[in-house]
């Protein structure tokens, strides 16, 4: 029985003879009546030699085909994204969820496409939508705290990844992240708040008598266990440390 195209086109690349599996490919879906896998199974053979202009343009052809596609939709901006062509990424993606507002899978890959062009401000309002329509589920979560981080909002970072690390019932190596990622943070934050009290007479003052609270008042939000540090570095302080001096100003 004689193989068909796409059987044909995987022999080939068992073999690692992408360009006879793509040629294959390309005259199935030249004759306009190939499934759709054929335009999927070549854009990839083009993905892998890098031909991403070839890859894109069999992906949009599947598209006229199928238009209904989810997959190949997905692909394309999956394509579009690798390839560095990230603004026409974003506009596949704002024209998907104008037609389904609420379906994860272009959410997801906006958020991939403003990440991949830095521009985390956007990404995290793509992370904030689907936290929001899939509130417990871990991996958007954990995406959302590393935004977060990025952008220099750690207080919101930490809330997240306490979230992950003790009540979301993540997998495992979710859990193990966020506690990691929460171990991270606090010992930033310490160096940071162990500066501030040897410059600031009146920080001081306020640790030692309440250090939950003056940390706190000065914009630091640490983890439950970092909490727990915090309540006890009052009496080490008070034990090994100077007491930073206060700047009185010069008599003329």
């Not at 991949?116 to 992370?127: E, F, G, I, K, N």
């Not at 979710?174 to 990691?180: E, F, G, R």
Request: aromatic residues 8%.
């Amino acid at each position: 029985m004689k193989p068909t195209t796409l059987q044909q086109a995987e022999e080939y690349l068992q073999r690692g003879r992408l360009k006879q599996a793509a040629r294959v490919l390309r005259r199935a879906v030249q004759a306009g009546d190939a499934p759709l896998e054929c335009y999927l199974r070549l854009a990839e053979v083009c993905r892998m030699q890098e031909n991403w202009r070839d890859a894109i343009d069999a992906i949009r052809a599947a598209l006229q085909c199928q238009p209904d596609s989810v997959v190949a939709r997905e692909r394309l901006i999956e394509l579009l994204i690798e390839s560095g062509r990230l603004a026409e990424a974003v506009a596949e993606c704002e024209r998907w969820l104008s037609e389904m507002p609420e379906h994860p899978t272009p959410l997801e890959l906006l958020l991939d496409a403003h990440w991949h062009a830095m521009d985390y401000p956007r990404a995290l309002q793509a992370a904030n939508r689907l936290v929001n329509l899939q509130p417990y589920a871990a991996h958007y979560r954990l995406r959302r705290a590393r935004l977060l981080d990025n952008l220099g909002r750690r207080g919101e970072a930490v809330r997240d990844y306490e979230w992950l690390a003790f009540e979301a019932h993540a997998p495992r190596g979710i859990t193990v992240w966020a506690t990691l990622e929460l171990q991270r943070l606090d010992r930033l934050q310490i160096r940071q708040l162990m500066c501030l009290l040897m410059e600031d007479a009146l920080f001081w003052v306020k640790f030692i008598r309440d250090p939950k609270d003056a940390a706190r008042e000065r914009g630091f939000i640490f983890s439950r266990v970092g909490e727990e540090v915090l309540e006890a570095l009052p009496d080490t302080l008070l034990r090994e440390m100077p007491r930073p001096l206060r700047h009185n100003a010069g008599y003329s």
